[in-house]
């Protein structure tokens, strides 16, 4: 096992492009990442049976060895398109093939001596593992590259492990973010009403600020000159400059290959809320279009309560009233639950749609009937969940003052 293997560690904060990002690396030969960001940094620090926590991830994570199991299998909901040049593949991995590198190749001291294995060893070796199935060469590796998309604790147990880790904060200005996101609300649910969309909205608010604040409780921990800030538009902008500065910051061969989207070396038309396919990188997302297109009350509403996160990331300050408050009324957060109810509802008319491997194995009426308890009872927490976060203004006080590296940004 290559011990001097290092990690890159990616996360987004809003719709800012962090997907995009694993996809550029994805076929350079000294960086090793699963397809999508289905796989958190969730392991104990210490693996006592090795051939079972082995097994544990193969069941839980069934979507990196069949993409149509996952977010990447999710046609018009989540991605684009599909795979391939004429954009109708899946990615298919044999995960028994998978298994035996990891037994035989990667874990068989450990395994033969019956042995606790440390966390880091565990998560490389399922990464070199991983990559000979692909045919990929373990001992060029450089980075095993983790898309850790939300803060789950996965920071923190990752720089544990990788103390002079890369960390990359794919960020975009919130009222941009907010554009892209209402157009994938209205895909996946339909267009619903302004009541619905001031939920989403709010909701969206608060996530982002959120994440920028833990943002920067996380810079604070890295080593000097590890963290790069990334903003979406910016990285369509630079383009082929961006990617011969991140090779060289991250100290691997620049190869044009780093301009092309691809998972297991296989064209990804990636997951625009648009919905029109883009393979790399795409001068037509340079562009900021909030300021011409997004409504006046919702640019004021997102540039006063984020005002804190905007001014640290650079972004203009835009139309500031240091009284606006957010307001989330019972009534919209009841339509939004009920729209979001009924888009579910619309999905039931295929066995596809069910993800839970438990109801494709019985009768397909008593699946749709457990599928609508099930609705019912998550709309219900959500209703719950929403009432009491709805209510909730974004506290950015903790963030006034602060400053990131200006060095950080790309």
Known sequence: MNKSVNCILVTPHGRSGSLFFQSLFDGHN?????????VSYSFPRSILNVETALDEFISEHSDVFDSSKGYLGKLNENVTTLFGPDQNKHLFIDALEFRKNALHKEFRSWVDAQSPLPRKDFV????NAFARTIGQNPSEIKYILIHAHGYDGSHDRALYDFPNLFYVAMVRDPREDWFSWRKVVELRNGTGSAAGMIVDRNLSIISYADYVYKLYLFSLKLPLGHLRIIDLNRFHELNRDAMISLADYFGIVYKDVL?????LGVVWWGNSADRLPISGFDPKKIPYNWSSKLSKFDEAAISSVLMEPIRMLGYPIGSYDKKFRLRTSCKDICNWCLVYFNARIRGI???NSFQNKVLRRIPLVLAKTLYIFYLCWSVAVMLAKFLYVGSRQPDCGDLVGRVFNRADFL
């Open 30 to 38: 000294q960086i090793v990442t699963f397809p999508g960001f289905g």
């Open 124 to 127: 490389i070796g399922l990464h």
């Open 259 to 263: 301009l092309n989207s691809t998972f």
């Open 349 to 351: 008319a295929e066995r």
